[in-house]
């Protein structure tokens, strides 16, 4: 996604929008009832999802701008902390090419940071592999005082057996 563009959800027109390569929103969850908070933190999970994947995929290094220098990435048990030591995690992994298929997306709000908590399982294609790798990764965004949310902890693992 490129800056200032908008994303609608399929439920509720709901404007979500990329801003300096960070998710953010416009509209205040925590003034609606209940079932379109859940719309919402949904809608958010699954844009910041695509966004994520999209820029995994495509342009790896561009995914340094959804961390913050307080961020946690456990890539496999390996554990780093900071936007440089994130970014150099992700961009020396040992392959270049990649295609994440989601199979699940699953989002709950945060109430501790106004934030949320998406958990996304699926596959992974690599380049010249013939069988997909399944893997689970966690996220918890946290909102920025700029109004857009960021990546605090980052969680990843294979899923073998």
């Not at 496999?76 to 989601?102: A, R, T, W, Y």
Request: proline share 3%; hydrophobic share 35%.
């Amino acid at each position: 996604m490129r800056d200032g563009t908008y994303l609608y959800g399929s439920r509720i027109n709901l404007p979500l929008y990329f801003h300096g390569g960070a998710l953010a929103w416009a509209w205040s969850w925590r003034s609606r009832k209940r079932g379109q908070m859940e719309e919402q933190v949904e809608c958010v999970g699954r844009a910041f999802v695509d966004h994520y994947y999209h820029l995994f995929d495509n342009d790896r290094s561009s995914l340094c701008s959804l961390y913050h220098p307080s961020s946690m990435l456990t890539f496999e048990g390996h554990k780093v902390e900071g936007v440089d030591d994130i970014s150099q995690k992700l961009n020396l992994l040992p392959f270049d090419q990649c295609q994440h298929v989601i199979s699940t997306i699953d989002s709950q709000p945060s109430s501790f940071t106004a934030g949320i908590i998406v958990f996304v399982s699926g596959s992974l294609k690599l380049s010249g592999e013939e069988h997909q790798l399944r893997f689970s990764q966690m996220f918890h965004l946290v909102p920025s005082s700029e109004g857009s949310f960021f990546v605090q902890n980052d969680i990843f693992r294979l899923n073998y057996g």
